[in-house]
């Protein structure tokens, strides 16, 4: 079984930054793919960013320029470091992972951009 532990969300103004971390309790190493979904109320879960084997990296659309995502081996964490923050990005953000063909989710954490 894997925990994963999202930290780092909060309260910030439009135009703001902040990074989420996503802490493994396994190595990530082996870990096929690890990366970030949201979910805002009334809407469906959406995938934000991915990072794959061979260091491929996915973004949805609306994230891509604004919104980085990287990982640190030696801590087992994963990071999305989010910029220029729309009101629109407000939603409970999940970390996510699939190993060994099984796939694991954090509890997720809140994300809200208002002034």
């Known amino acids: 079984q894997v925990q994963l532990v999202e930290s780092g969300g909060g309260l910030v103004q439009p135009g703001g930054s902040l990074r989420l971390s996503c802490a493994a309790s396994?190595?990530?190493?082996?870990?096929?793919?690890m990366g970030w979904y949201r979910q805002a109320p009334g809407q469906a879960r959406e995938l934000v960013a991915v990072?794959?084997?061979?260091?491929?990296?996915n973004y949805a659309d609306s994230v891509k320029g604004r919104f980085t995502i990287s990982k640190d081996n030696s801590k087992n964490t994963v990071y999305l470091q989010m910029n220029s923050l729309k009101p629109e990005d407000t939603a409970v953000y999940y970390c996510?992972?699939?190993?060994?063909?099984?796939?694991?989710w954090g509890k997720g954490t809140l994300v809200t951009v208002s002034s």
């Open positions: 396994v190595s990530i190493f082996n870990i096929y793919a």
């Open positions: 990072l794959s084997s061979g260091s491929k990296i």
């Open positions: 996510n992972c699939v190993y060994y063909g099984m796939e694991h």
